[in-house]
């Protein structure tokens, strides 16, 4: 099946802790994109990727980082200077203008 | 003001009702218009584009008006399937510029 995968679908994270969120897409999409989105709250941007090799920062991208070494795969990294990373981080690519998303990744704090 | 505004709801209606959502939006350059449904604790999914000529599918329609910058959804003979949030998304000229809106939270009763 054609599609975006996210992994895990819940990940506990200790303070100080780096974590690591996957995206991998079998879409042949150039676009992928991260966002994170709060309750009640719009999707805003972390990062996007236009092409491998190449991403540009989003509004919210202080504490993350992120890599696109293959056109499959997005990894988002949540680093110890994200204060606040209690969230529902979401995946998404896109061939056009139109996105599609992967099921997410919730964060929790422990 | 926010770049792209929705009524954050909830709009609870009997099935078998007519609603309608607005958003309105802040950039006048703005070139793609759509509409996503989320499911509680889901990722969005793609609805329907909108375009400057209105479009129509099923039971949904999507309207455009460039002139007062808004976009448009109307469900009709609302099933309790629909129950949703239903979120607005603008885009600009390039993959920073796409806008989510907060939401609309759709609800409907037997």
């Known amino acids: 099946d054609g599609g975006i995968t996210q992994s895990p679908k819940y990940l506990f994270r200790k303070e100080g802790q780096n974590v690591t969120l996957s995206c991998e897409q079998n879409?042949?999409?150039?676009?992928m994109y991260w966002y994170r989105q709060d309750p009640g709250q719009g999707l805003r941007l972390i990062y996007y990727?236009?092409?491998?090799?190449?991403?540009q920062k989003g509004d919210i991208a202080e504490g993350y980082s992120v890599s696109r070494e293959k056109k499959e795969s997005f990894p988002l990294t949540v680093t110890s200077a994200q204060k606040n990373p209690t969230a529902f981080y979401l995946c998404?690519?896109?061939?056009?203008?139109?996105?599609?998303f992967g099921p997410g990744t919730r964060l929790l704090v422990l | 003001r926010k770049e792209v505004e929705q009524d954050p709801g909830p709009f609870n209606v009997p099935e078998g009702a007519t609603v309608a959502f607005n958003c309105t939006y802040s950039?006048?350059?703005?070139?793609?218009f759509f509409w996503y449904r989320q499911d509680c604790r889901k990722e969005p999914k793609l609805l329907m584009s909108?375009?400057?000529s209105g479009n129509e599918d099923g039971r949904f329609t999507a309207q455009l008006n460039r002139a007062s910058q808004y976009i448009s959804l109307l469900i009709r003979d609302s099933k309790l399937s629909d129950s949703a949030t239903y979120l607005c998304v603008v885009r600009g000229s390039s993959a920073s510029k796409i806008i989510f809106g907060s939401g609309t939270r759709l609800s409907i009763r037997p």
């Open positions: 879409l042949n999409h150039d676009a």
């Open positions: 950039n006048s350059a703005s070139q793609s």
């Open positions: 990727s236009q092409i491998v090799n190449d991403f």
């Open positions: 998404a690519s896109s061939s056009t203008e139109t996105q599609y």
């Open positions: 909108v375009y400057s």
